[in-house]
């Protein structure tokens, strides 16, 4: 099972900053990772997949990069709705596994 | 535009058969794989296991002792039955759409399960 790690575990961040999480796999898992978003009471909501692609609808302030084991998601100017837990999924093997989650609070 | 549903009792005693149902439409059942995924309160994300349309399935070895996913491609729903549950296993289940190379999208709301006497 590929072990997914995430740092920090929560970020303050004012409104308009930048905001910086990282996802580390415990094997490479080349470009197959994925972020979510996910908000108090609601499902999570994918925002990139392979890494740096955004999904639909999902604004040009998240970006992800990376490939291998080390991954980025920045948000450059973080807005209210943004506040929220991130997680990363590696989508290389079965069992998927995702991270244990970022929470960017205020 | 594929939508999923959950549905089931929110409630079940230990020891006992937590069952689910996953209702989708917008689409084929036959278009995808079919996994459930849960969390428990205040915790991460697990992926329990999948399901295809012609009843393969993959569950996480953690477990794959309990687990049973099935298919009704006549009814447009996958169904999950995890089996000896304990106060462990409440978490909100999740269901979502998957390929075999892919991530999950989209996710249905989420139901919550207690497991208590």
């Known amino acids: 099972e590929i072990v997914m790690t995430q740092s920090p575990a929560t970020l303050s961040v004012s409104p308009g900053e930048r905001a910086t999480l990282s996802c580390r796999a415990s094997?490479?898992?080349?470009?197959?990772l994925a972020w979510y978003q996910q908000k108090p009471g609601q499902a999570p909501r994918l925002l990139i997949y392979g890494a740096s692609t955004r999904a639909t609808g999902i604004p040009a302030r998240f970006s992800g990069s990376g490939s291998g084991t080390d991954f980025t998601l920045t948000i450059s100017s973080l807005q209210s709705e943004d506040f929220a837990v991130y997680y990363c999924l590696q989508y290389s093997n079965w069992p998927r596994t995702f991270g244990p989650g970022a929470k960017v609070e205020i | 535009q594929v939508q999923l549903q959950e549905s089931g009792p929110g409630l079940v005693k230990p020891s006992e058969t937590l069952s689910l149902t996953c209702a989708f439409s917008g689409g084929s059942i036959r278009s995808s794989y079919w996994s459930w995924v849960r969390q428990p309160p205040g915790k991460g994300l697990e992926w329990i296991g999948y399901i295809y349309h012609g009843g393969s399935t993959s569950y996480n070895p953690s477990l794959q002792s309990r687990v049973t996913i099935s298919v009704d491609t006549s009814k447009n729903q996958f169904s999950l039955k995890l089996s000896s549950v304990t106060a462990a296993d409440t978490a909100v289940y999740y269901c979502a759409a998957t390929g075999y190379y892919s991530w999950f999208d989209p996710w249905g709301q989420g139901i919550l399960v207690t497991v208590s006497s």
């Open positions: 094997q490479s898992v080349s470009s197959n």
